[in-house]
């Protein structure tokens, strides 16, 4: 056997033994699923997403299946066949109830888009979307099932970093392995990512912080390897809203770890990045070659004329690839003669108009206004238990995310990726937790003042009534 021949054997043998490990994980998980866990359904989800088959060299000998699709549909069949004790929920939070009026909207506009094809990927990935939210705030019904989701979706982002940094040659890291992800796209999810995982290191420690740290450093350095300015932006100005937020009962520890990431942020950001927030980078042989967010602009402008011939309705999915060769300077399009949007509101206001646009970011407004209302009411002397701290901490972490995502949306189109969904599943999820006990201690606190005011006022009345007498 020659050594090309021997490189094959070795290539051929390595595919097949990867394959195994993906169909064992992913059939085993839905079996576990299917006997009343549900859990395990959401974590097959999260493992299809990262270990995205159909985008790997090991994968293309498998269907090209929606596999995550099917992960939760399998887990929604679970969940409605064996709900939570607590029975189901979904139309009680007021984000689900706008999310599913741009569900039922994006399904309207198939019926007068002009490229019903192109749209239809969206529509079949909206509805994908709603699932997603309903599973997630079906199955997250403690804080073990929090922590659980986070670590996942952690671990899952360090392995693409991870994988993404083993590929690495020079340049930018654009391919992670993640389905349709550029280096502007790997780099949000990055960021948001590392705002999620990183409040659960102000829990008490554990020896899983030590995995927990490695797993964010990677995830760290893979967010600056793409060289992303966006996501770097986003993740700087999320960093500063979380000054004016301390997590309960964990400011001593916040500080600290805020000023470790603070300086690990700055030791990662190397020349090019400099460079390139300069209006200059340097390309795989190290030329340096004009670059600028100009024609960012220039694609924003074409799309606001885009946005003027459909300003309600929206002209459907892929709207500005598809109008960009008539709105667009031929030295701005790229590949086939298109251009792409490079900008999540204009690409919404595009493709959905104002009705759609409006019903996404509303239900984004009312999930980041819950920053103002993530503390548990305590009475005097009463301390935290650990699952409140988690609960009141992973609120704060997902907010931040949130907003991370948002800002980072507004130099690259993100509008495909999921993040931001389940963001918008745990965020309310999580806020009525911590409503709840702030009712409860409130409807306490009034009782307490009652019984007091009753037990002053008994006295007086028994003297009245011996007086008469």
Request: aromatic letters at 12%; charged letters at 15%; glycine letters at 10%.
């Amino acid at each position: 056997m020659d050594l090309v021949s021997e490189e094959n054997f070795v290539l051929q043998g390595s595919e097949i033994l990867t394959v195994l490990f993906y169909l064992f994980v992913y059939c085993g998980g839905l079996l576990i699923a299917l006997s009343g866990r549900p859990l395990y359904g959401l974590y097959i989800y999260f493992f299809s997403f990262y270990l995205h088959a159909p985008s790997q060299w090991w994968g293309q000998s498998l269907p090209d299946i929606r596999w995550s699709l099917i992960a939760a549909v399998i887990t929604l069949g679970v969940v409605l066949v064996k709900p939570p004790a607590r029975g189901l929920r979904f139309w009680t939070f007021h984000e689900n109830k706008l999310l599913s009026l741009m569900a039922v909207f994006v399904c309207l506009q198939q019926f007068w888009v002009k490229y019903g094809v192109l749209h239809m990927d969206y529509v079949i990935l909206f509805v994908k979307f709603m699932i997603l939210i309903f599973i997630i705030q079906n199955i997250v019904v403690s804080a073990k099932e929090l922590r659980g989701v986070i670590w996942a979706n952690v671990l899952g982002t360090a392995y693409l970093a991870y994988y993404g940094m083993s590929q690495f040659d020079g340049g930018r890291l654009e391919d992670a392995g993640a389905n349709g992800m550029d280096a502007n796209l790997v780099g949000m999810h990055f960021a948001a990512m590392v705002y999620m995982g990183a409040y659960l290191l102000m829990e008490r420690f554990r020896y899983t912080h030590i995995i927990l740290a490695v797993a964010l450093s990677l995830i760290l350095m893979g967010l600056f390897l793409t060289e992303s300015r966006g996501s770097i932006i986003a993740l700087g100005a999320s960093g500063l809203l979380a000054m004016f937020f301390h997590p309960q009962g964990s400011k001593p520890k916040f500080i600290t770890l805020g000023l470790l990431g603070a300086i690990s942020a700055a030791v990662l950001m190397g020349p090019q990045i400099v460079d390139r927030f300069e209006g200059m980078q340097k390309d795989n042989i190290g030329d340096v070659q004009d670059a600028s967010a100009a024609s960012r602009m220039v694609i924003i402008n074409a799309q606001i004329e885009m946005w003027k011939n459909h300003p309600i309705l929206g002209f459907g999915h892929r709207g500005t690839l598809v109008q960009s060769p008539a709105y667009l300077p031929e030295d701005y399009l790229t590949g086939p003669g298109v251009r792409a949007s490079h900008n999540l509101t204009m690409a919404l206001l595009v493709d959905h108009g104002v009705i759609g646009a409006s019903l996404y970011f509303g239900a984004v407004l009312l999930a980041l206004s819950k920053i103002f209302r993530y503390k548990f009411k305590m009475k005097k002397g009463e301390t935290l238990s650990d699952d409140q701290k988690l609960y009141s901490h992973a609120l704060l972490g997902a907010i931040l995310a949130l907003l991370c995502f948002m800002v980072g949306g507004q130099g690259s189109n993100n509008k495909k990726l999921e993040a931001d969904i389940w963001l918008l599943a745990l965020i309310p999820l999580i806020h009525r937790e911590i409503q709840t006990h702030n009712q409860k201690q409130r409807k306490a606190s009034l009782e307490a003042i009652q019984e007091e005011t009753d037990g002053k006022g008994e006295p007086n009345r028994r003297l009245e009534v011996g007086r008469m007498a």
